[in-house]
T-cell receptor
Framework: ETGVTQTPRHLVMGMTNKKSLKCEQH?????MYWYKQSAKKPLELMFV???????ENNSVPSRFSPECPNSSHLFLHLHTLQPEDSALYLC??????????????FGPGTRLTVL | AQSVAQPEDQVNVAEGNPLTVKCTYS??????LFWYVQYPNRGLQFLLK??????LVKGSYGFEAEFNKSQTSFHLKKPSALVSDSALYFC?????????????FGKGTRLSVIA
């Protein structure tokens, strides 16, 4: 898991707080992803960045705001969240190229609790 | 749109016995198929993938999976289970027939290996 790191590992926030999740990949990949993992539900893809450009936004509420300043770093800015947003947020990266589909490497996740 | 189903929420097996974790998929074109494992408080780890070629794919930790096109299945198997194999297993599919589609995950199957 040293390939993809996430901070913080745990976060408790109130509904009026603003916080950010950070992800860093040390694998030289060109694509990064945010997923939401809730109990007994499939992994939900939230955002995809390819070459720092956002290519996927799966109808995620605007209270989640991604930022990808370079190909190694990915942020998820959070504000005015709801208790149902409590979940494990996973970051992943992969090397994407035309005609190939490579596996994604995941970070350990940030366990978010919204009070 | 592609989809993947893991029909079992929980699989229990005795240590030393063979194990199977089931996965079926639906795609419009040809599938890329993946298995991931998630240990407690960790991110997902890549186990193996099928892209093309031999229907039997070998992966990490002694796991293998068999691609069956007629049954649209990609079951994960291991000849002899270990207690340390106890974890949450995810099947995922990517549809080659629908352009640049994202990876779609199943809801996961919890494997419990009993000593």
């Amino acid at each position: 898991e040293t390939g993809v790191t996430q901070t913080p590992r745990h976060l408790v926030m109130g509904m009026t707080n603003k916080k950010s999740l950070k992800c860093e990949q040390h694998l030289g990949h060109n694509a990064m992803y945010w997923y939401k993992q809730s109990a007994k539900k499939p992994l939900e893809l939230m955002f995809v960045y390819n070459f720092k450009e956002q290519t996927e936004n799966n109808s995620v509420p605007s209270r989640f705001s991604p930022e990808c300043p370079n190909s190694s770093h990915l942020f998820l800015h959070l504000h005015t969240l709801q208790p149902e947003d409590s979940a494990l947020y996973l970051c992943a990266s992969s090397q994407e190229a035309t005609g190939t589909y490579n596996e994604q490497f995941f970070g350990p996740g940030t366990r978010l609790t919204v009070l | 749109a592609q989809s993947v189903a893991q029909p079992e929420d929980q699989v229990n097996v005795a240590e030393g016995n063979p194990l199977t974790v089931k996965c079926t998929y639906s795609v419009s074109g040809n599938p890329y198929l993946f298995w991931y494992v998630q240990y407690p408080n960790r991110g997902l780890q890549f186990l193996l993938k099928y892209i093309t070629g031999d229907n039997l794919v070998k992966g990490s930790y002694g796991f293998e999976a068999e691609f069956n096109k007629s049954q649209t299945s990609f079951h994960l198997k291991k000849p002899s289970a270990l207690v340390s194999d106890s974890a949450l297993y995810f099947c995922a599919v990517r549809d080659l027939g629908s352009g640049n589609t994202p990876l779609v995950f199943g809801k996961g199957t919890r494997l419990s290996v009993i000593a």
